[in-house]
């Protein structure tokens, strides 16, 4: 079962410019919302992005959702 989703895209910010991750789309089961499935997927994706070795990562989103992962 699919409780929830997480991705993270591959960018460049301009023609040979640095390189980045896109975060999304998040989402979340309705039924099974505020359990804690957002914060994990977003925790495990910041931290295998780290792990992986990329230096940053953009989003689209609600800053008061966001930012409690440390996104500004
Ligand atoms: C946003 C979403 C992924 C969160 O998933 P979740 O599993 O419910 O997240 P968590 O359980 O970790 O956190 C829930 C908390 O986030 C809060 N929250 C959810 N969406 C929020 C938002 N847009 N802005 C601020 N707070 C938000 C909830 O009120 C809840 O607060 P509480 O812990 O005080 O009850 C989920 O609500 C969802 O799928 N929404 C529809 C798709 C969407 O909006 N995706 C984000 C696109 S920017």
């Known amino acids: 079962?699919?409780?929830?989703?997480?991705?993270?895209?591959?960018?460049?910010?301009g023609e040979g410019g640095p390189a980045a991750l896109l975060l999304g789309p998040l989402a979340?089961?309705?039924g099974l919302k505020s359990g804690g499935i957002g914060s994990a997927?977003?925790?495990h994706a910041v931290a295998?992005?780290?792990?992986?070795?990329?230096?940053?990562i953009l989003l689209v989103g609600d800053?008061?959702?966001?930012?409690?992962?440390?996104?500004s």
């Open 1 to 13: 079962v699919v409780v929830g989703t997480v991705r993270l895209w591959d960018v460049r910010l």
């Open 28 to 30: 979340v089961e309705p």
């Open 41 to 43: 997927l977003m925790r």
């Open 48 to 56: 295998e992005a780290a792990r992986l070795g990329h230096g940053a």
């Open 63 to 71: 800053a008061p959702y966001y930012g409690r992962f440390g996104f």
